[in-house]
Antibody
Framework: QLQLQTSGPGLVKPSETLSLTCIVSGGSISSANYYWGWIRQPPGRGLEWIGNIYYSGSTYYNRSLESRVTISIDMSKNQFSLQLSSVTAADTAVYYC????????????????WGQGTLVTVSS | SYKLTQPPSVSVSPGQTATITCSGNELGDKYACWYQQQPGQSPVLVIYQDSKRPSGIPERFSGSNSGNTATLTISGTQAMDEADYYCQAWDYNTAVFGGGTKLTVL
């Protein structure tokens, strides 16, 4: 059974780069059946999709964050990572990694499972 | 950009049926899914492909999707169902979430 676990610092200074890693267990990150994604949730607010990556390296990003986001994949460690540059207080949120199933032919499925989430606070 | 709209809150009495809607342009042409989020926890998938239930999700959870509206229905609502619920769909390769609905069981 696929499991995801997020790791990374809980505090980032303004203007710096937020970096998080999601470790995948119970399955291979090189599986053709899954994309690997990041979603965030500011305190008291709703879910915001950040982006996805496929094992081939193909990425899709939320247009509102695209200029600051990089998602990468490390098959040797069975993990994928998020980098968000030039952060401000508005980037304070719980960051989740989650895996949307890929049915093929461009058809995406639901996010399942989700990691436990990491609260990242942007503050000096 | 594509947008999904949910009511901010829905209230239901225990044992009654709760209905949560999610509206989007021609949403019925896409697959909708629903997540339940308890306070302080990660979201959990409760409905996918409009009406399918993942293993372990109680039968009282059901879904439908037609026209511009997807609907999550909880029959015989229990106190444990009190949570935030989010709909989600794909607009090409972009994931879109609704704003969330807080379900209160009182």
């Amino acid at each position: 059974q696929l499991q995801l676990q997020t790791s990374g610092p809980g505090l980032v200074k303004p203007s710096e780069t937020l970096s998080l890693t999601c470790i995948v267990s119970g399955g291979s990150i090189s599986s053709a059946n899954y994309y690997w994604g990041w979603i965030r949730q500011p305190p008291g607010r709703g879910l915001e999709w950040i982006g996805n990556i496929y094992y081939s390296g193909s990425t899709y990003y939320n247009r509102s964050l695209e200029s600051r986001v990089t998602i990468s994949i490390d098959m040797s460690k069975n993990q994928f990572s998020l980098q968000l540059s030039s952060v401000t207080a508005a980037d304070t949120a719980v960051y989740y990694c989650a895996s949307p199933y890929y049915y093929g032919s461009g058809s995406m499925g639901p996010f399942d499972p989700w990691g436990q989430g990491t609260l990242v606070t942007v503050s000096s | 950009s594509y947008k999904l709209t949910q009511p901010p809150s829905v209230s239901v009495s225990p044992g009654q049926t709760a209905t949560i809607t999610c509206s989007g342009n021609e949403l019925g042409d896409k697959y909708a899914c629903w997540y339940q989020q308890q306070p302080g926890q990660s979201p959990v998938l409760v409905i996918y492909q409009d009406s399918k239930r993942p293993s372990g999700i109680p039968e009282r959870f059901s879904g439908s999707n037609s026209g511009n509206t997807a609907t999550l229905t909880i029959s015989g609502t229990q106190a444990m169902d009190e949570a935030d619920y989010y709909c989600q769909a794909w607009d090409y390769n972009t994931a879109v979430f609704g704003g969330g609905t807080k379900l209160t069981v009182l």
